[in-house]
């Protein structure tokens, strides 16, 4: 048994840690493994999504290679252990780069799929599952399924954004997009309202591919809501980006590095740099996408105690006074953090049953674990369902039941594809098996 | 010219992180192993990655009688090799091996006997061609037996013990044996051990296996700390060791 926590780290359990070495004998693995079973990638979900306490997880990182590349077409088929960082390695050189990017390239594939993440561009690419050609799941029951939107698709809308919990997600064909390089060109505007953020976002929207704002959670409660929206496109630039080393952070501290002080000074001295600097800056891709990753174990600057991730979606219709809402409440409770993200997603049909955007506004803040800090998320919930919003699977932790069964509608039919032997954390807290 | 490297029991997880190395800078690979579907796997991944020429061979260590044959195979198939990896081994039960002198027996085989041997029809290959590197993977645990992996690190021990022979022997033939002793590293072979901070990664301990095999000389602990705990722990006076859980 070896002690396993999700990247919120506010808990430490004991798993039975099966190693998954290589994919021609995972149909034994997967039938022999003690159940319930379920994948573990790389652990960047934030709550209890890749958590199994007290029994099985398989280490898909053991199932990192390549299957096969095509350089012309961009179609690459990979095992579901390898890191997207892998992807954008070995794709970017030839000109390729994933379409749809979370946050960290730190995550697996087959995690990127079961969580159906999204990036910043979800106006023009969708989620990461949109852009999956082919997958293939491994069951407990002896099952072993290739599906794709067009192939066997109740699988692969059950898979996508499913958790984990329909199989074992053993590799996937992922169609990625073409680049000019590793640059992006970004801008910055600092709003000083949600009023102006939502007027950046509309217009900026129809010329920029990649758009996110930072808002500063430590404002008053009056409604002001200053922050930073960036924007950002592929720059027509094909000098190679150099190399980056990772820094670590070595040591849990027994405190949060995060408090109030700490958080209004960030936020401060953020908010100055950026406003300051709007002009258009070319960045590194891996600068633009991913500025936590530098930073390995980032997550161990909350302490000890560890820390929650919030993120919700709330309609277009409502958007407005429903993010006002939240950003009120989090203002009230004085417990935000200097990560608070909106978004905005487009109409698009959902790939998966239980995939996350909707139309709307997505909202994302961290919370170190504080006592309170659950009750707060109550009072969240409540203003996301009042507007008919949803919480995202892959950062919660704490969310009843009733609150996820009315952010997914089609939870009803997705039930029917899970895979008996698989249960996780949330499952059991969500499904209640 | 690509630099054409063989590698001996190719699924092991740190032979395949060595190997994607090479691959990266357009290397000729020849990966014998045992398991067939799994070095299918290995040899795609490694072309993806860009090796510009992959062939595999299927051999179990204990199947002596083909050591040379295949050992011959490959050197007809890429004339030579300037870097070779033998990596093979398995990590035996100790409390069975305790009280089975078969298991004890067949472990030591695998892990002791087959390296030899092939290293036997390795080296003799290597000084005729007076040129290139070999390294083979022995383990701390050869450096002192210990009750929980003695009948390993017996095995470990023999390949110490013939690879510094062999070292001395191909020195004066421009041909370099290193042996790399690796820490505790988070491979599917140890995979039912709980990791502390004192765990690597496999591409952690490749890298310095490249390194040894470019231009590296003699004993290569990885990571090199691993060379002063082991200095310490050899140091332990007997009557004290044998009162410690280790």
Not at chain 2, 76 to 89: P, Q, R, S
Not at chain 2, 165 to 172: E, I, K, N, P, S
Not at chain 2, 192 to 202: E, G, M, N, T
Request: net charge neutral; glycine share 8%; charged share 20%.
């Amino acid at each position: 048994m070896r002690v396993v926590s999700s990247w919120g780290r506010t808990r430490r359990v004991l798993h039975d840690i099966v190693p998954v070495p290589d994919r021609s004998s995972l149909a034994e693995v997967v039938r022999g493994t003690p159940q319930p079973a379920l994948a573990f990638g790389n652990g960047r979900s934030y709550g209890d999504v890749c958590l199994n306490s007290g029994h099985s997880l398989w280490a898909m990182r053991g199932l990192d290679r390549f299957i096969d590349f095509d350089a012309s077409t961009g179609l690459l088929a990979c095992e579901a252990g390898v890191l997207l960082k892998e992807v954008v390695e070995l794709a970017l050189p030839h000109g390729w780069f994933l379409p749809v990017t979370p946050g960290t390239q730190l995550a697996t594939v087959g995690g990127a799929i079961a969580n159906d993440v999204h990036g910043k561009n979800h106006h023009r690419h969708g989620t990461f599952g949109e852009n999956v050609e082919q997958l293939r799941l491994v069951r407990t029951d002896g099952m072993d399924i290739e599906c794709a939107r067009d192939v066997r698709p109740e699988w692969f809308a059950a898979t996508v954004g499913g958790m984990g919990l329909t199989g074992m997600i053993a590799s996937a064909i992922l169609r990625l997009r073409r680049v000019p390089g590793p640059w992006i060109d970004s801008q910055s505007h600092a709003f000083a309202s949600l009023a102006e953020f939502f007027e950046l976002s509309a217009s900026l929207s129809r010329s920029a591919e990649y758009n996110v704002a930072w808002i500063d959670c430590a404002t008053d409660a009056n409604g002001a809501t200053r922050g930073i929206f960036f924007s950002g496109d592929h720059a027509e630039d094909g000098t190679p980006a150099s190399p980056r080393a990772d820094r670590r952070l070595p040591i849990d501290l027994p405190f949060s590095l995060v408090n109030g002080w700490s958080v209004k000074a960030f936020n401060s001295a953020y908010f100055a740099r950026h406003s300051r600097a709007s002009g258009p800056t070319r960045e590194d891709y891996r600068a633009f996408f991913y500025p936590l990753d530098n930073l390995l174990e980032w997550n161990r600057l909350y302490g000890k105690a560890g820390f929650y991730q919030y993120q919700c979606v709330v309609p277009r219709e409502v958007e407005s006074d429903a993010t006002q809402a939240l950003l009120r409440a989090i203002a009230r409770s004085r417990q935000g953090s200097f990560l608070a993200v909106l978004k905005t997603f487009d109409d698009r049909a959902p790939v998966g049953l239980l995939s996350f955007p909707c139309a709307g506004t997505t909202l994302a803040l961290d919370f170190p674990n504080r006592p309170g800090v659950v009750d707060l998320f109550r009072e969240l919930d409540a203003i996301v369902a009042e507007a008919g919003g949803r919480v995202y699977a892959a950062k919660d932790a704490s969310a009843p039941r009733q609150m996820f069964e009315r952010s997914f509608p089609k939870l009803g039919e997705f039930v029917a594809y899970r895979d008996p032997g698989i249960a996780s954390d949330m499952s059991r807290r969500l499904f209640g098996h | 010219m690509p630099t054409r490297l063989l590698v001996i029991g190719a699924t092991s997880a740190i032979a395949h992180a060595v190997a994607r190395r090479y691959a990266a800078s357009g290397a000729r690979i020849y990966l014998v192993g045992r398991r067939a579907a799994a070095l299918d796997a290995n040899a795609a991944d490694l072309k993806v990655r860009g090796a510009s020429e992959v062939a595999t061979a299927l051999l179990d260590a204990r199947d002596f009688d083909r050591h040379e044959s295949t050992i011959n195979d490959a050197w007809a198939a890429f004339d030579g090799f300037d870097a070779i990896l033998v990596a093979h081994g398995v990590l035996p039960d100790e409390a069975a091996c305790a009280n089975s002198a078969e298991q004890t027996v067949d472990a030591f085989e695998i892990n002791a006997t087959s390296v030899i041997s092939l290293l036997v029809l390795l080296a003799a290959r290597l000084e005729r061609q007076r040129h290139g590197a070999i390294a083979v993977i022995s383990s701390p645990a050869g450096d002192r037996g210990r009750a929980s992996n003695y009948a390993y690190g017996a095995a470990k021990a023999a390949v110490t013990t013939f690879a510094s022979g062999l070292r001395h022997r191909l020195q004066a033939h421009g041909v370099r044996v290193l042996t790399i002793i690796p820490g505790f590293v988070d491979t599917p072979m140890t995979a039912a051990i709980s990791k502390s901070a004192l765990w690597s990664q496999p591409p952690r301990v490749a890298r310095d296996i490249q390194a040894a095999l470019d231009s590296g000389f003699g004993v290569i602990y990885t990571p090199g700390y691993w060379r002063l705990i082991m200095a310490i722990i050899r140091c332990i006076p007997e009557r004290l060791f044998v009162r410690t859980k280790l």
